[in-house]
């Protein structure tokens, strides 16, 4: 016998609770719970009586050779060499980044049946982005659906190579009681989905929407549930986007992908640098470069600092890109360790293109970029700054060095100020470009204004 019972489940990390809370105990996320309907019932475990499938890891075959390149090459790198049959991927992002116009482009370019299941937008609205993406649409199947039992049924019957589910938010198992969006349908509907990519040896592309505190529901549960977590950011007023692996059971999780926006679509950023220094105003006080390392490819960026002299009594902090709590750190050792009086100004702190950047090596370029604005000098644009600033005002080493170096060369720097203890052992000592090593953050900003 079987009897139903109710909990409450938080939609931001999938903490279950008997009754209702205000604030979750997990996450502290506040009025995140949702009721849930249980099933109970005394049902016994049975012993199991058929055959048994266990093989020598030697006659597994490797799905490696199966994989369908999309041709796209940011997203395949990322996925890892392409998507690979029986596999489920999550692509989760703000709404508006663009996830739908991605999958749309992902499937045109594959040689082979796709499924674009959308829950979200009328097949007229679909035909208008297509009809704006120029796509090729022999192979291309769109089916307006939110029930997923009708879904995995279209799939039965049309065979797919590739189904992408828009968005997961929106289907829901008519046998369950839960409404769409709560953790209850979005676990189910995904375990079903796996089970028919499994079972049909087929990939499935299932969009989630995200926001900047994270998903809307079904957060943690289902990362765990798939074989890839890929995520789509970027600032939507911005046209750069990129595309990163946070989970990868086929491939690793350091490649990133480049993407912009364009009238008709997404087009692939080969040549990153270029484009993020394309803009740059070069004779102006407050701008520098640096180089970061996005995945494994070092990016060369402009970080942009404005300092002007506060009127009231609290002065402002705004960083775009970056870490605010990295900047108010940064800005305590220029005031301790360099004598710069901040804390009657404000500081404003740009990525330039819409970056988002968290790695510590760029922290030279934030704080000789802070230090030029306030003193109005100009930072030489064909200088390069790398280096991590430690609360001792010390410059630490950074990784990836050799990656570095190499990129400023190639877009024609003439120096590039690095940690000191990374020019020991540098291999490469062909290089035409100047570098420079320092200790303190003193002594760069000395050497540079
Ligand atoms: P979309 O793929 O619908 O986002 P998501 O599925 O992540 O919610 O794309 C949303 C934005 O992209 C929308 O604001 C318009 C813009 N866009 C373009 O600029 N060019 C295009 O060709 C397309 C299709 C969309
Ligand atoms: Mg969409």
Redesign the pocket.
């Given at each position: 016998m079987s009897k139903t019972k109710i909990k409450y489940t938080c939609s931001n990390c999938g903490y279950e609770s008997l009754r209702w809370l205000g604030k979750c105990l997990e996450c502290e996320k506040w009025n995140t719970f949702t009721e849930e309907i249980i099933e109970t019932g005394n049902r016994k475990p049975a012993a199991y009586k058929g055959t048994l499938n266990i093989k020598k890891i030697d006659e597994l075959e490797s799905s490696e050779k199966n994989r369908i390149v999309t041709g796209i090459n940011e997203l395949d790198r990322v996925l890892g060499g392409g998507f690979i049959p029986g596999s489920v991927i999550l692509l989760g992002?703000?709404?508006?980044?663009?996830?739908?116009?991605?999958?749309?482009q992902a499937a045109s370019s594959i040689n082979q049946k796709v499924l674009y299941v959308t829950g979200?937008?009328s097949n007229a609205q679909i035909k208008t982005?297509a009809a704006?993406?120029i796509l090729k649409s022999d192979n291309f199947f769109v089916l307006s659906e939110t029930d997923l039992n009708i879904i995995i049924a279209a799939i039965n019957s049309l065979s797919p190579a590739l189904v992408i589910i828009?968005?997961i938010q929106t289907m829901y198992r008519s046998e369950l009681d839960n409404s769409p969006g709560t953790i209850t349908q979005i676990r189910e509907c995904t375990s079903m989905l796996m089970d028919a990519a499994k079972k049909n040896n087929i990939t499935i592309l299932i969009?989630g929407?995200v926001t900047k505190e994270g998903f809307i529901a079904g957060p943690k549960v289902l990362e765990h549930m798939v074989d890839t977590v890929i995520q789509?950011e970027g600032e939507?007023h911005h046209?750069f986007r990129i595309l990163r692996a946070q989970k990868n059971r086929f491939g690793s999780t350091n490649e990133i992908g480049i993407f912009e926006?364009?009238?008709?679509?997404?087009t692939e950023v080969k040549n990153p640098s270029e484009v993020f220094l394309n803009e740059r105003e070069k004779e102006i006080s407050g701008s520098a470069i640096t180089a970061s390392i996005e995945g494994t490819r070092p990016i060369l960026l402009e970080v942009q600092a404005l300092v002007t002299p506060s009127n009231f009594g609290n002065p402002q902090r705004v960083a775009t890109g970056f870490d605010y709590r990295r900047l108010s750190i940064l800005l305590a050792v220029l005031e301790k360790r360099c004598g710069y009086r901040l804390s009657a100004n404000n500081v404003f702190l740009n990525m330039a293109g819409g970056v988002k950047i968290d790695e510590p090596a760029i922290d030279l370029a934030v704080c000789c970029s802070i230090a030029s604005s306030l003193t109005d000098k100009i930072l030489n644009s064909k200088t390069v700054l790398v280096g991590e600033v430690g609360l001792g005002g010390e410059i630490r080493s950074v990784g990836h060095i050799e990656k570095r170096i190499q990129e400023a060369e190639k877009l024609g720097f003439q120096q590039i100020i690095i940690p000191l203890n990374n020019t020991k052992g540098l291999k490469n000592s062909r290089t035409t470009i100047k570098i420079k090593g320092v200790e303190s953050l003193t002594e760069a900003i000395n050497h540079l204004l």
């Open positions: 992002g703000d709404p508006g980044i663009g996830k739908s116009t991605l999958a749309m979200e937008e982005r704006r993406l828009d968005s969009i929407h789509f939507s046209s926006m364009h009238e008709n679509g997404l």
